[in-house]
């Protein structure tokens, strides 16, 4: 199992999730064919013929391009060049997906503990190697995440420039074809249900729904079925917050103190130093930290409240590092800002958002408001990973009350009618639909500016991503709830923007491969996204299936759980019910089955695989199981309260 979890660990960090930050140094191949990064904590050694580094674990990596007709010659003309003795077959071969529809394919050898892999990309007669060489497996673990950075920062000089290129009008042939593929590609990815919208210059030209609003008693999916957004939401927030700017209710530079003296962080100095921007651009200083979200249902100030107990891990504007609370929290103070009473702030900025945004753009199927949303029929119902039925399954529809409390970072519902007239503003930098000015050009164009660099490349702005496609400015944002995935991104020098939403967890290559198949209609590209988010999506599905059934359990012994039953803090409660031992939070009852092999140790099961819960005398510690593979190792300590 561990052989395979090392790799499953490189792979999904390429598919999708961010690396932890660091420094790093560009490195350029000596004959122009290619650069990466190196991260600052590896040392350049000399090499002939090719670029090699080296860690204080013993782990080298070797960096070079080689003449190759096939990714097997490649292999061979690599351990020629790297060491020539070197005798040995791969124990597995693995296809790796990359930003930018790049695939390398990994050869794995293990022998005797130690660890190599070379990983080869073949474009256009020339193959792209990367010969990854650790002492144990313990040091290819340690090192295996810069690996990752310095695979996703790789650019061969050749790669596809259309800077200038003007895209053809999306037409109604685009349009037939476009249906045709999203059809094609539901099943494959598990996709129960989507919408699709598509827009340019200044235009809705497509707008699609495409299966099932749920598998047992649904209905067709339309333009108008109402999805959760998730993150997405951010970059309304942001929006909001440079129309205050606009009236001058704030600037972007004042300090969060002057706007709320009672704001309050862990290190007071941090919370001193904060501007209004660094409220949406992720580089606070505060890393993600999202477990109280799913424990407890807290109010607006109990969020602001709260950022006092959050950790921090870096000066602001250092790092880059998610936070939903931060935005929240920068969403609730600006309904604060505007007039906003205190101890009202939720319905306050759920009120802006309708007055200053959706009433304006003509988004009359948008709101904030979940029980609104879920009225009627027309709305989509989640679905997540269930180990029982190792894929995707119906989730309940009450756990996606969690983003409530954190509106401003993730809470809407939306249809891609409404999304399509939201990205016409956006495109338009300001213009709504009708004509009329909602935001100041300049204010919307800085939510839309790089403040922070992400590790693998692009930057975050405030509620937005800005990446690269191709040469072009790629400006998205997608969004994650519990069982729905939203993928939002233009590209402002062309005029086209694609949305999708779908009603599965982390659907994001499904959203991306649709995003990208369109702007290869329009500039007439070969279709090498579908492969590789065809690719990325599997493996992903498979790092759920194998990390998870990796934790083994077995039957709680209830006298002995006996010991663990009580109240937590943030309102987790553990008990014996009907014979077994569970855990409620404000959204769910989770059943627990006991790890084996450790003590006072359980974990989730079923639908809820994925966390996994250690006791002692006075706490119980909340670990989630995917985390380190997702790149968000995340925990929680909560000290008991009562017996």
Not at 554 to 577: K, W
């Amino acid at each position: 199992m561990k052989r395979l979890l090392f790799v499953l660990t490189v792979v999904c960090l390429l598919v999708a999730v961010p690396v932890l930050a660091q420094d790093v140094t560009p490195y350029s191949d000596p004959d122009g064919q290619f650069t990466a990064d190196i991260p600052a904590v590896w040392t350049q050694i000399d090499a002939e013929g090719y670029g090699l580094f080296e860690h204080e674990t013993g782990t080298t990596i070797a960096l070079f391009a080689l003449p190759a007709a096939d990714k097997d010659a490649a292999l061979a003309d690599a351990w020629a060049l790297v060491d020539p003795a070197f005798e040995g077959e791969p124990v597995q071969v693995t296809d790796l997906p990359a930003p930018g529809g790049v695939i390398w394919t990994q050869y794995l050898y293990i022998s005797d503990g130690v660890v190599d892999a070379v990983l080869v990309q073949l474009t256009n007669g020339t193959a792209y190697i990367v010969v990854f060489r650790t002492p144990d497996m313990a040091a290819a673990q340690a090192t295996s995440p810069d690996l990752n950075v310095m695979l996703l920062s790789f650019k061969p000089s050749d790669t596809l420039d259309l800077s200038g290129v003007a895209p053809a009008q999306f037409d109604d042939a685009m349009a037939e074809d476009l249906t045709d593929y999203v059809n094609s590609q539901l099943e494959t990815y598990a996709t129960l249900g989507a919408s699709v919208a598509v827009v340019q210059n200044g235009e809705v030209v497509y707008t699609q729904g495409f299966g099932q609003t749920a598998d047992e008693d649904g209905q067709p999916v339309t333009a108008d079925t109402r999805f959760m957004i998730g993150s997405t939401t951010k970059s309304m927030t942001s929006l909001l917050a440079a129309m205050l700017v606009d009236e001058g209710v704030w600037d972007w530079n004042d300090l969060v103190v002057d706007v709320y003296p009672d704001f309050v962080l862990f290190d007071m100095d941090v919370a001193g130093e904060l501007r209004v921007r660094d409220l949406f651009n992720m580089s606070s200083g505060v890393p993600r930290f999202d477990f109280p979200l799913f424990l407890q249902m807290m109010t607006a100030e109990e969020i602001i409240a709260d950022m006092a107990n959050l950790p921090i891990t870096a000066a602001p504007g250092e790092q880059f590092q998610y936070s939903n609370q931060m935005v929240a929290t920068g969403g609730y103070l600006a309904a604060l800002a505007a007039g906003g009473e205190y101890g009202a702030l939720y319905d306050a900025y759920a009120d802006l958002m309708k007055t200053q945004i959706f009433e304006p753009l003509g988004m009359e199927n948008t709101t904030l408001d979940f029980d609104a949303a879920t009225m009627g029929a027309d709305f989509a119902l989640p679905y997540a990973f269930n180990l029982d039925v190792d894929g995707f399954a119906p989730t309940p529809l009450e756990y996606e009350r969690f983003a409530t409390q954190i509106a401003p970072a993730g809470a809407v519902w939306s249809t891609a009618n409404d999304m399509a007239q939201y990205m016409i503003m956006e495109l338009n930098g300001g213009v709504a639909p009708d004509g009329t000015r909602i935001v100041s050009e300049d204010n919307l164009r800085a939510t839309q500016s790089p403040e922070i660099a992400m590790p693998g490349g692009g930057s975050y702005g405030m509620g937005w991503m800005i990446m690269d496609y191709k040469g072009l400015t790629y400006i998205q944002h997608g969004g994650n709830t519990g069982g729905f995935t939203s993928t939002f991104g233009f590209l402002p020098d062309a005029g086209i923007g694609v949305l999708v939403l779908a009603n599965r967890a982390i659907d994001n290559s499904f959203g991306s491969a649709v995003s990208e198949y369109v702007f290869e209609q329009v500039f007439d590209l070969e279709h090498t996204s579908t492969t590789f988010y065809q690719t990325a999506d599997s493996q992903l599905r498979t790092l759920f299936s194998q990390v998870l059934a990796s934790v083994q359990t077995e039957d709680v012994d209830l006298d002995a759980a006996e010991a663990v039953v009580g109240t937590y803090e943030r309102g987790l409660e553990v008990s014996i019910q009907d014979g077994e031992l569970v855990a409620t939070t404000a959204y769910q009852t989770l059943t627990l089955k006991a790890v084996r092999g450790e003590t006072n140790a359980y974990a989730t099961t079923e639908m809820d695989a994925g966390t996994k819960l250690t006791f002692s005398d006075d706490s119980v510690t909340l670990e989630s199981i995917l985390g380190p593979y997702l790149g968000e190792p995340q925990t929680i300590t909560l000290m008991r309260v009562e017996s």
